[in-house]
């Protein structure tokens, strides 16, 4: 075998796993907003409303617009490196998806919603951790509401 054709298929290789792995340094971290719209910086729209919900929990919600079928989903974060819960929405399943955690289960110091959505090749990609006192959020609910891909 050459070392042309090796160089080639090396190359290869290093492209597609660039491609398909995960990107979870690449999302940026920010302060959750308590109300407001979020824009990323390849152009996405996520509206973000706190309201009441259920003492000594933590409600999180996802919905996308109409003419958004992509994968969309969002991870919640409390006390380790693994979700507490998961929320997706794709083709017709367009939410509101919703899951309720224990308060107790977070860890003021390390609790964050990240936000991740299919990119290129439909790359499951984090576009933003929001990171959050949960105290703040004890008996609301987090409804997110993803307006433009």
């Known amino acids: 075998m050459s070392n042309m054709f090796r160089l080639t298929i090396a190359s ?13 340094t ?8 308590e109300n407001g ?9 996520i509206d973000v409303v706190v309201r009441h919900g259920r003492r000594d929990s933590i409600r999180v919600c996802l919905a996308v617009a109409g003419n958004i079928t992509w994968w969309k989903s969002v ?3 409390g006390n380790t490196g693994w979700p507490l819960g998961r929320i ?17 289960q977070f860890d003021p110091n390390n609790s ?5 959505k299919a990119k290129g090749f439909g790359a499951h ?4 951790s929001f990171v959050f006192r949960p ?3 004890d008996g609301r609910s987090i409804n997110l509401m993803w307006n433009k891909d």
């Open 12 to 24: 290869a290789c290093l492209a597609v796993a660039a491609l398909t792995a995960p990107s979870a």
């Open 26 to 33: 690449a999302e940026q971290r920010q302060i959750m907003p």
């Open 37 to 45: 719209t979020y824009n990323s910086p390849d152009g996405d729209s």
């Open 75 to 77: 991870e919640i974060y």
């Open 88 to 104: 997706e929405t794709q083709d017709n399943n367009r939410g509101p998806n919703c899951t309720d955690l224990a308060t107790a």
């Open 112 to 116: 964050r919603i990240l936000l991740l």
């Open 125 to 128: 990609t984090g576009i933003v």
């Open 135 to 137: 105290s703040d959020y």
